[in-house]
């Protein structure tokens, strides 16, 4: 069975920092692209960014609102995928689903799985 | 790449058949997904590649189109499809969603 657990997720004041893990099980990890897609509180989806796998360099996509604020990273030997988020604004405030893409291959890489989120909310 | 999805919500009854349009603001081909979100839960992916059901998924779920315009039908609403759902583009990066469509009980 599949699993993807989110942690680390809080409270932080504006221009803070913060890590989000995501533990996976269930699957090959190190062959997976990976996502992480968030949501404000009452709001749609927000595809954040990804990062590809070890074959394809382990290079990275972000979308423009967290671009040079946030890095994703990996750790194939532990599982686990990552998120760290500097320069954190009110805007950011939300529930970050950690995901797994189905394929590498180009217009199949749609998200199979997700994670149930950790909350971040970012306050003075 | 933007997405927009019509309507922003829908009521309907059970036995109802309902479909949710998403439009692309450039040609995507094919390269589009759906998902279905309930309250409080993680989204569940229902279709790929604008028109393949995902496995498990009922049969009542269908999924057309090509280019720039794209639908997402459900043949005879169940109490379970109550929800949100959301199309997303996987022609380039971003990979944005679309704002997503409410399904209400009538």
């Known amino acids: 069975e599949v699993r993807l657990v989110e942690s680390g997720g809080g409270f932080v004041q504006p221009g803070g920092s913060l890590r989000l893990s995501c533990a996976a099980s269930g699957f090959s990890f190190s062959d997976h692209y990976m996502d992480w897609v968030r949501q404000a509180p009452g709001q749609g989806l927000e595809w954040v960014g990804r990062?590809?796998?070890?074959?394809?360099?382990?290079?990275?996509e972000y979308a423009a609102s967290v671009k040079g604020r946030f890095t994703i990273s990996r750790d194939d030997s532990q599982n686990s995928l990552y998120l760290q988020m500097n320069s954190l604004k009110t805007e950011d405030t939300a529930m970050y689903h950690c995901a797994r893409v189905h394929d590498n291959v180009w217009g199949s890489d749609y998200i199979d799985y997700w994670g149930q989120g950790t909350l971040v909310t970012v306050s003075s | 790449i933007q997405l927009t999805q019509s309507p922003s919500s829908l009521s309907a009854s059970v036995g109802d058949r309902v479909t949710i349009t998403c439009r692309a603001s450039?040609?995507?081909?094919?390269?589009l997904a759906w998902y279905q979100q309930k309250p409080g839960k993680a989204p569940k992916l229902l279709i790929y590649a604008a028109s393949t059901l995902q496995s498990g998924v009922p049969s009542r779920f269908s999924g057309s189109g090509s280019g720039t315009d794209f639908t997402l039908t459900i043949s005879s609403l169940q109490p379970e499809d109550f929800a949100t759902y959301y199309c997303q583009q996987l022609n380039s990066y971003p990979r944005t969603f679309g704002q997503g469509t409410r399904l209400e009980i009538k």
């Open positions: 990062i590809r796998n070890k074959p394809n360099s382990y290079t990275t």
């Open positions: 450039q040609g995507i081909s094919s390269y």
